[in-house]
Every structure is written in structure tokens, then in C-alpha cells.
């Protein structure tokens, strides 16, 4: 069972900085696929971004050139570096993990994830 733990969230000015973190147990780290969602109150859960086993990073163009993914294999952990925030950027943010190799799908779906975790709120506002 793998168990998916966030963390990092806070409040923070708009054009601040957050790096959230999703720890993960188990085994099956090194072999599956990492990504990280939000869900904005009265909003669907939203892809942010997502990295491959071997560490190819993807993100979605409405963070591009602010945020990064990335992964630490030798601490079981997929972050998610978050700069020049802004208001809508406010949500829960949550990772998901599944085991894959190679490139994930295209336009991959929440329900294609087995693995979630339980969610960092992030607030940015003045």
C-alpha cells in the first residue's frame, strides 16, 4: 500500500513562493509515475503537473514558467517548486501516484491515478 503524505502548503502574498512536498511509503516509488492536482472550492480537481518514473516532468500551460516537478528518488519524494503565485492559483493541492513506466497518457484523468494523498491547502492573498 503506498501512502502519499503533502505538505507545504500556506498562505502567501500574491508573486510569493511555496514548495510543497508529497512523501511517499511503500516500494513502488521508484517505478511509478508522480502528479500533482488542485481543486478550487466549487471548482473540478485540475492537473498541474506531472513527472514520468525516469523523471520527464510535464506541466500544464496555465503554470508554465512558474512552477516546476520534480522528484528525489533517495527520499521518496515529488515536489512541486511554485513561484510568482497568484490568487487563482489558491487550492487543495494534492499528489497521485501510480506505477508506470515511460510517458503517461495523454489528457491523463484522475481516475487513472491509484494513489492519492490527502491534500495541502494553498491561500495566496494579500
Known amino acids: 500500500q503506498e501512502l502519499l503524505v503533502e505538505s507545504g502548503g500556506d498562505l502567501v502574498q500574491p508573486g510569493g513562493s511555496l514548495r510543497l512536498s508529497c512523501a511517499a511509503s511503500?516500494?513502488?516509488?521508484?517505478?511509478?509515475?508522480m502528479g500533482w492536482y488542485r481543486q478550487a472550492p466549487g471548482k473540478q480537481r485540475e492537473l498541474v503537473a506531472t513527472?514520468?518514473?525516469?523523471?520527464?516532468?510535464d506541466l500544464v500551460d496555465s503554470v508554465k514558467g512558474r512552477f516546476t516537478i520534480s522528484r528525489d528518488s533517495a527520499k521518496n519524494t515529488v515536489y512541486l517548486q511554485m513561484s510568482g503565485l497568484k490568487p487563482e492559483d489558491t487550492a487543495v493541492y494534492s499528489c497521485a501516484a501510480r506505477p508506470h513506466y515511460g510517458a503517461l497518457p495523454d489528457r491523463v484523468s484522475p481516475t487513472w491515478w491509484i494513489y492519492w494523498g490527502q491534500g495541502t491547502q494553498v491561500t495566496v492573498s494579500s
Open positions: 513527472i514520468t518514473s525516469d523523471s520527464s516532468p
Open positions: 511503500g516500494n513502488i516509488f521508484s517505478i511509478s509515475a
